[in-house]
C-alpha cells in the first residue's frame, strides 16, 4: 500500500495541519470570550439546525458504522494483523481495557451512570414518567446511548489508523485512512485538511468531557467540603487539573497514560463492586440480564428510531443526537490513541475486544448506579434524589451516594476518580493532538506536547463562560459533522484495503517452500541444527546476499527497476522489484531469535545459549514463517523465483 517512511531522530511538525488548526482554535477562543452574547446565540442556532436538520444522517452514520465494525470482524478480514503477520501485541490485555476505557469513557460513566437513567424514568421520550414502564424505558434507553454504537465508532476510526500505520508504513494520522482512495495525495492539501478537521473535532471533543469533569468533581467537593459550586471554581478546576494532566504528557504513555489508567480501573471496579454488595444486589443482577436482553432485542430498532411520528426534537436533539455527536468527534482523538496501543492484534481479535469488553462493563456500570437509582427513588420513595437530579445533573452521583453507608469516603472515591478520568482523557488527548500535527510521530519536543494540553484546557473554559452544558454539547454536535463524512469515506477505503490484502494472501496460499533438491540427510542435520546469531549472518552475507544479486541482475536485464539492500555484516538483506502504481514487491530475510527447544529434542546441539536464530523470510505481509538457514544459493534463488510468481498473479487478480 503505503511505502516505509525513514524514521527521523527527532519528530517534524507539519507546519500547515500545526499552524492551521492552531489558528482556528485561538480564532474560536477569542471571538467567544469578545463576543459571548453572540457566541451563546450561535451554538444555540447552530445545535438547533442540525438537530432540526440533520439528525437523520447523524442516525445513519452511526449505523454504517457499526454494521461496518461488525461485518468486518466476522468476515475474513479478520484474520488480517494490525501490523506484520509475525507481530505481537505490545501491552496485555488488562493494560489494553484500562487504556482503551480510560480514555474513552471514564468521565461520561461518572457523569451520567445516575444522571442518565433517573432523568429519563422521570421524563421519557413518550409517554408519561415515574412508573414502572418509565423505569423499563429509561434503561434501555441509557444501554442504547451507551452501548454498541459508541464503542463501535471508535472501534472502526483505531482499526483503520492501525491498520494502514502498521500494516502498510503510513503516518498514524487521519488522512492515511484515506489513501486507498486518494493515494499519495493524502501528503497535499486534501490530507491536511482531514487533518484539521481531526484536530478541531478532537479538541472540542474532549472539551466537553473536561466540561462535564470539572463541573462534578466541583459537584463533589461541594459535598465534601463545602466549596462553592460556581463557574469560578470550574475555571480554576480546569487550570488545576490541566497542569496535572501535563505533568502525565510529560511522563509519557506508559510511564503516565498507561499507571493512571490502571490505577483508575481498579477504582471503577472497586466502586462498582462495593455499590453492587450495598445495594439491592439479586435485584441488580436480574436488571442486567433483562436490561441487556431488551436492548439487543430492540437494537434495531432503536438505531432508526427519530421520533418522526410522535416528534421530540428537544429530546433527541438533547440526548441522542447530542452523543451519536459526541461520540464521532471524539474518535479521531480514542480512534488514534487505540490505535497507538494495539498493534500486533488481529482485526478480529481487536473489534471484538473494543466492542464487547467495554459495552458489557459500561451496562453492568450503567444497570448497577442507574437502576439502583430509580429503585430508591420508585420503590423507596425518596423523591428528592429526583428533584436533584432534575435541577443539577453534576450532582446526581454524589446525591445518590448519600442514600448508602459511608457516604462521604464513597464520593471521596468517587471524586478521585472523576479527576484521574479527567487527567487521563486530557493527557490522552493532548498526545492524540500532538500526533496529527506531527505527522503521526509521539516523540516530539516538550514544548509541542505542553501547547496541545494548554490549547485543552483553553478551550473548555472558553466553552464553559460561553453557554455551560449547553455549548460543550453543541460543539461536540458540530465539530461531528465534517469529520462524519470524512469516517464514511475512510470505511469505504478501508474495505478496498482489505479486499487487496485478502487477495494476497490467497495468492500465498501455496504452502511454504522448502529446498527443491537437497540430500535428505543435510536436510535432517539443518532441521536439528540451531544455529547462534554470528552463524545466520554469516549465511545472509554469504549466500543469500548473491542470491538476491543474481535474481536482480536477471530481472534488470529484463527492464525491471530492482534494489537490493545488502549491508555487511548483515542480520537482514532486501530485495524490492517497483512496479510503479502498482504494489511493489519485496523479499526480506532477516535473522530473528527464538527460544531453544527443550534439551531433549536439541540432542548433541545443546548449548549455553537458551535461543537461536532462524534466517526468515518476510514478504510485505511480514514473516512467512519459514527458515532458509542451511539451503543452498540456488535454492534461494528459487525460493525469490517461487515468490515472484505468486505477487505476479497477485497483481493479475487486481488488474
Not at 475474513?76 to 476505557?101: N, Q, T, V
Not at 516538550?446 to 485543552?456: D, H, Q, S, Y
Not at 490484502?501 to 535432517?524: C, F, I, M, T, Y
Not at 535454492?635 to 515468490?643: K, N
Request: hydrophobic share 50%; charged share 15%; glycine share 8%.
Amino acid at each position: 500500500m503505503g511505502t516505509e517512511r525513514e524514521t527521523q531522530t527527532v519528530a517534524p511538525i507539519d507546519k500547515p495541519v500545526f499552524y492551521i488548526s492552531a489558528c482556528l482554535l485561538m480564532a474560536i477562543v477569542v471571538a467567544s470570550i469578545a463576543f459571548p452574547d453572540a457566541s451563546r446565540d450561535l451554538f444555540s442556532n447552530v445545535q438547533s439546525g442540525i438537530v432540526a436538520n440533520a439528525s437523520w444522517y447523524y442516525v445513519l452514520v452511526v449505523a454504517i458504522i457499526l454494521v461496518s465494525a461488525v461485518v468486518i470482524a466476522l468476515t475474513r478480514f479478520g484474520e488480517i494483523k494490525l501490523g506484520p503477520d509475525h507481530s505481537e501485541p505490545e501491552y496485555s490485555l488488562i493494560s489494553w481495557f484500562a487504556m482503551l476505557f480510560a480514555a474513552g469513557m471514564g468521565i461520561g460513566l461518572m457523569f451520567f451512570g445516575v444522571a442518565e437513567p433517573v432523568m429519563h424514568f422521570l421524563a421519557p421520550p413518550i409517554g408519561d414518567g415515574g412508573t414502572a414502564a418509565a423505569a423499563k424505558e429509561a434503561m434501555k434507553l441509557t444501554f442504547f446511548h451507551w452501548g454498541l454504537h459508541a464503542w463501535a465508532t471508535y472501534a472502526i476510526v483505531a482499526v483503520i489508523l492501525a491498520y494502514f500505520s502498521f500494516r502498510h508504513g503510513l503516518p498514524l494520522t487521519l488522512r492515511s485512512a484515506l489513501y486507498p482512495l486518494i493515494g499519495e495525495r493524502i501528503y497535499g492539501p486534501l490530507g491536511t485538511v482531514v487533518d484539521v478537521f481531526a484536530i478541531l473535532s478532537t479538541t472540542f471533543g474532549v472539551a466537553t468531557s473536561l466540561g462535564l469533569g470539572v463541573s462534578q468533581i466541583n459537584s463533589g467537593l461541594h459535598f465534601l467540603l463545602g466549596v462553592p459550586n460556581s463557574i469560578g471554581v470550574q475555571l480554576l478546576l480546569i487550570v488545576v487539573t490541566t497542569a496535572l494532566a501535563t505533568v502525565s504528557v510529560v511522563l509519557g504513555l506508559d510511564a503516565g497514560i498507561k499507571r493512571l489508567s490502571e490505577i483508575n480501573i481498579v477504582l471503577a471496579v472497586a466502586l462498582l463492586v462495593g455499590m453492587l454488595i450495598l445495594g439491592p444486589t439479586v435485584y441488580l443482577l436480574q436488571m442486567f440480564m433483562q436490561n441487556t436482553g431488551e436492548y439487543l432485542a430492540d437494537l434495531v430498532g432503536k438505531t432508526f428510531n427519530l421520533y418522526a411520528y410522535q416528534p421530540t426534537t428537544d429530546w433527541l436533539g438533547g440526548w441522542t443526537i447530542f452523543y451519536w455527536g459526541w461520540w464521532i468527534s471524539w474518535a479521531p482523538f480514542v480512534g488514534l490513541f487505540i490505535a497507538r496501543i494495539s498493534r500486533g492484534r488481529s482485526l478480529r481479535e481487536f473489534v471484538f475486544g473494543a466492542l464487547a469488553a467495554p459495552t458489557l462493563f459500561t451496562l453492568l456500570w450503567m444497570t448497577v448506579f442507574g437502576n439502583s437509582a430509580i429503585d430508591i427513588i420508585l420503590g423507596q420513595g425518596v423523591e428528592a434524589l429526583g428533584a436533584a437530579v432534575r435541577q443539577d445533573e453534576s450532582v446526581a452521583l454524589f446525591k445518590f451516594l448519600e442514600q448508602f453507608p459511608m457516604s462521604s469516603l464513597l464520593s471521596g472515591i468517587a471524586t478521585v476518580m472523576v479527576l484521574v478520568f479527567f487527567i487521563t482523557s486530557a493527557d490522552s488527548g493532548a498526545m492524540v493532538l500532538n500526533m496529527l500535527s506531527s505527522n503521526g510521530r509521539d516523540d516530539t519536543p516538550l514544548p509541542r506536547r505542553v501547547f496541545w494540553m494548554a490549547m485543552i484546557g483553553l478551550t473548555a473554559m472558553v466553552l464553559l463562560l460561553a453557554g455551560g452544558l449547553s455549548a460543550l454539547q453543541t460543539a461536540a454536535i458540530a465539530s461531528a459533522l465534517p469529520f462524519s463524512l470524512a469516517i464514511i469515506l475512510a470505511i469505504w477505503g478501508f474495505v478496498r484495503a482489505l479486499s487487496l490484502d485478502h487477495a494476497k494472501r490467497q495468492a500465498l496460499v501455496l504452502a511454504n517452500p522448502g529446498p527443491s533438491a537437497s540430500n535428505w540427510k543435510e536436510r535432517v542435520h539443518n532441521l536439528l541444527s540451531y544455529p547462534e546469531r554470528s552463524a545466520v549472518s554469516a549465511f545472509i552475507t554469504g549466500v543469500v546476499q548473491p542470491a538476491m544479486k543474481e535474481f536482480a541482475e536477471e530481472l534488470r536485464h529484463n527492464g525491471l527497476d530492482v534494489r537490493v539492500d545488502a549491508p555487511t555484516p548483515a542480520d537482514r538483506s532486501a530485495l524490492s522489484v517497483m512496479h510503479g502504481d502498482e504494489i511493489d514487491f519485496q523479499y526480506v530475510v532477516v535473522s530473528r531469535e527464538h527460544p531453544r527447544p527443550d534439551a531433549a529434542l536439541v540432542g548433541e546441539h545443546c548449548t549455553d545459549h537458551p535461543t537461536y536464530h532462524r534466517a526468515e523470510v518476510h514478504l510485505n505481509e511480514g514473516s512467512q514463517d519459514y527458515d532458509v538457514m542451511g539451503w543452498t544459493k540456488e535454492q534461494v534463488v528459487q525460493d525469490l523465483v517461487d515468490q515472484y510468481e505468486k505477487h505476479l498473479h497477485f497483481l493479475h487478480v487486481l488488474r
